[in-house]
């Protein structure tokens, strides 16, 4: 039986380490993590083995050779271009179609039993067999569900975390029959999890997983590489460590010296011909590679030095890594989660701070500070995206350097001499956050359409109407005057998809912004007549018939809403009290207790002025608030059940969109009125998506976000107040008559508190505990019972938190169910 080893990974995450080799040759604990994968199989009998490479492959041949050293007998298919998973192994066809035969990573460190995973491939007459590991966070890898007998029932590659349902994933280590490799087409890119297992589950073939308690670990993050190497010198995974262990947990290599005036702590690893010098301090998990010299006073705790490194007297590192042939010279500082790549030189007393990257071949100047990462690489972050786009204190998270650097990696995702249009509201933080924003487009060769302060939806509807390719608002953080808000938006004027964050992200880690020449600055423009454009295309999609005789108050809330609302007001002929209609740039957002004021002050308003209702407007005209024709105020999720109910009872058919946060009771509402429902995952561009199908005829997310899709399918409060007064002057019932016959909603929420590394384990703690229940996952895990009552638990995206509702027939029902389900989430998280 061979064994494929799949070689041909660039590692760009693990960059600058992986600048100038390929990641299967990076060392953990001084051999590279293909040999130790080499080694395993070894150990199992595999010893002819297909290496398929393509990312630096001479380097992969040149080091390992035809693996007589290993006693392996090794054969190399090189891709020319990369094929993809499935496409490297069927690249090697001609030399595995004999027998079955295994595929593993050359670049993810294990000691799986191969040989009873390949015992149980056999025993189950598999066509594949997959192995499978629990991690704390699924994200990044693929979920498998198996049942009890460990056949596989489901994939899905690379969830978010409203579709983590399990923290069971795909290893990416295969056992296979030959006859899958003609389920795959040649010389093209395939990938096994997300082309070929779904169409071999379709028809039904005896696909396995081998759930394995082994030791697995995706070494594809700098943390993950640092963990790895912990792992391996605590014992976590069996590796052969090279040297004798000079005292408990202290390895050291053949030619070493170590002053016996040396402080050494372990578990660490000395590697061949290192010399330590007295007075130097070793600590914990800190790997010295081959011919290393410490001298006299520096100090090294969880460090991982690479061969050849030279580390000068008083240096002090922690938690970092350093590249071979690196020297850091005397009193020098690298600081946790650092990478310092090969051939650098760290001059006396600089101080490279946490998360630094200097790539390889630099040198940092004597006595420098550096804080940021030095040519093309920066740190990268959790999830640079919340659920408000980019978001920060302003000067402190978001500078004008970081926007710069956000804009030019947006920028790279475009095409050359593309448009993008750039909006701010009413804050001077937003207006000169933008001119940084500006800068950064036009340098990498986007031509910018400004239309200065000027409400969301008006942006996104120029986004979408105009040639561009995308566009940036800047906005103060609702409720938070010291934070701002940047917003991406795609060629549609939507929010990013989570695929092109993700792009974006990539861009912006590595650093790699396109810049263009100087014949190809792009220009910036001032569109004209962007409000006239905007309203004349307002007023003729909406139904505005029957609204003249309309009366009602509007609060502007001193924002870019009061740059458009005179240009469509005085078209309609509408009677209109407008309050706080200015841009104040002094105050562009307000405090809860500030926006109760005002709303208080409108309800006032709205019940002695007599008018049919009243709204108000967010800072960027985006959502809505309203009031009564009595002067109450209608509350966000009851203001969404009203509007819609206004909208199917005057159109009486197509669908609305929802989010699956929104009560049931709007089933009712649009089952009354033969309106049709789609629920929508809570992610950001997902009402949007469902918004722009054919036959919709409503949206809205429960916060004072409508959809109004005669229009365009994102959210927009302009939009939504033209179509309610034209809904509310056609109909014969207040606002108040309207809430009065909708049922009430008992639904309620809570937020448990789950540690990021459980969030997996909770979702398959709820999975299984949902036994005998009907279950939906079209974000996170809906529960629903026969007697109609329902509890969704939803991972928070951007916090370490799950989101828990639940709704029943009465309140009590409703309650004892959250319970039972935040019991589950408690119980799984450890909180």
Not at 557 to 578: C, D, I, Q, Y
Request: aromatic content about 6%; overall charge negative; charged content about 25%.
């Amino acid at each position: 039986m061979k064994a494929v080893v799949m070689a041909g990974g660039e590692g760009t995450r693990l960059r600058p380490m992986t600048a100038n080799q390929p990641k299967p040759l990076l060392p953990v604990v001084n051999r590279p993590i293909m040999e130790h994968v080499l080694r395993l199989l070894r150990k199992h009998g595999l010893t002819e083995t297909v290496v398929t490479v393509q990312f630096l492959a001479a380097l992969v041949r040149s080091y390992f050779g035809d693996g007589d050293e290993l006693g392996m007998r090794l054969h190399y298919a090189t891709e020319d271009l990369p094929l993809g998973t499935a496409g490297s192994v069927k690249n090697a066809a001609d030399k595995l179609r004999d027998d079955r035969f295994l595929v593993i990573s050359g670049d993810a460190l294990t000691d799986i039993d191969l040989s009873d995973m390949i015992r149980f491939h056999r025993e189950n007459s598999a066509l594949v067999t997959i192995g499978l590991t629990r991690v704390p966070n699924p994200l990044e890898f693929g979920i498998i569900i198996v049942d009890e007998h460990g056949r596989v029932q489901r994939f899905l590659e690379k969830p978010t975390w409203g579709q983590v349902f399990s923290d069971t994933v795909n290893t990416g280590i295969y056992v296979m029959e030959p006859e899958v490799l003609d389920d795959v087409p040649a010389g093209e890119a395939v990938d096994w999890s997300s082309d070929v297992f779904p169409r071999l589950l379709e028809r039904g073939a005896p696909i396995y997983g081998y759930v394995s308690d082994c030791y697995w670990e995706d070494v594809g993050t700098h943390e993950s590489y640092l963990k790895a190497q912990a792992d391996a010198l605590t014992g976590r995974v069996r590796l052969d460590i090279g040297g004798f262990e000079m005292s408990p947990g202290v390895w050291v290599g053949e030619g070493a010296e170590v002053d016996p005036e040396a402080v050494l702590k372990g578990p660490l690893l000395i590697g061949d011909y290192v010399k330590i010098e007295a007075g130097a301090q070793l600590r914990e998990y800190t790997v010295l590679g081959s011919n290393a010299v410490v001298r006299e006073g520096a100090f090294l705790h969880r460090a991982v030095v690479h061969d050849n490194v030279y580390i000068g007297p008083g240096a002090h590192l922690r938690g970092c890594v350093i590249g071979k042939n690196t020297d850091v010279m005397t009193g020098a500082r690298i600081e946790e989660t650092a990478v310092v790549g090969d051939e650098c030189v760290i001059e006396a007393e600089a101080y490279v701070s946490s998360g630094v990257k200097v790539y390889p071949f630099k040198t940092i100047e004597a006595g420098a500070v550096v804080n940021t990462s030095v040519i093309w690489e920066s740190r990268g972050q959790r999830s640079l995206f919340g659920p408000r786009g980019v978001s920060g204190l302003v000067n402190v998270e978001i500078t004008p350097e970081l926007c710069v650097r956000l804009a030019s990696a947006y920028a790279t995702t475009l095409k050359k001499g593309q448009q993008v249009i750039t909006s701010r509201d009413s804050s001077r933080a937003a207006r000169a956050l933008k001119r940084a924003v500006i800068s950064a487009l036009t340098a990498g060769a986007i031509d910018v359409l400004d239309l200065e302060a000027m409400p969301l939806p008006v942006a996104r509807f120029h986004t979408s109407r105009r040639p561009a390719g995308g566009g940036i608002a800047l906005r103060t953080t609702s409720g938070d005057p010291q934070s701002v808000d940047i917003v991406f938006m795609d060629a549609h004027g939507a929010d990013l998809t989570p695929a092109a964050q993700r792009k974006l992200e990539r861009v912006f880690s590595r650093q790699e912004f396109r810049r263009a020449f100087p014949g190809e600055i792009a220009e910036l423009s001032f569109p004209a007549r962007a409000v006239e454009d905007y309203a004349q295309e307002l007023l003729r999609c909406v139904d505005m018939t029957g609204v003249n005789d309309m009366k009602v108050v509007v609060d502007c809330a001193g924002g870019t809403a009061s740059v458009v609302l005179p240009t469509l007001l005085g078209r309609l002929g509408v009677e209109v009290l407008t309050v706080n209609a200015r841009l104040d740039s002094a105050s562009p957002t307000e405090t809860l207790a500030e926006r109760r004021r005002d709303l208080q002050r409108l309800s006032e308003l709205v019940g002695s002025s007599r008018a049919a209702f009243g709204v108000r407007f967010d800072p960027v005209g985006e959502r809505i608030a309203l009031v009564d024709e009595m002067g109450q105020l209608i509350s966000e999720e009851r203001a969404l059940l009203v509007v819609l109910d206004l909208v199917a009872a005057e159109r009486r058919r197509g669908r609305v969109a929802l989010p699956v946060t929104t009560t049931r009771v709007a089933e009712q509402v649009c089952r009354f009125h033969g309106v049709q429902v789609e629920w929508t995952s809570t992610a950001l561009d997902a009402l949007t998506s469902a918004a722009a199908k054919p036959y919709m005829i409503f949206a809205g997310d429960g916060r004072g976000g409508f959809i109004v899709p005669e229009f365009g399918p994102t959210v927009d409060g302009l939009a939504a107040f033209l179509r309610l007064l034209g809904l509310v002057a056609r109909t014969r019932l207040t606002l108040s008559q309207i809430d009065a016959r909708i049922p009430e909603a008992k639904l309620l929420k809570r937020t448990v508190p789950t540690p990021w590394a459980t969030k997996g384990a909770v979702m398959r703690s709820v999975i299984e505990a949902a036994e005998g229940f009907r279950i939906d996952t079209t974000d996170g895990v809906r529960v629903v019972g026969d007697d109609g009552r329902w509890a969704l638990i939803l991972p928070a995206a951007s916090e370490p938190a799950t989101e828990l509702w639940a709704e029943a027939h009465d309140f009590d029902t409703a309650e004892a169910f959250l319970d039972r389900w935040a019991r589950v989430v408690e119980q799984a998280a450890g909180t």
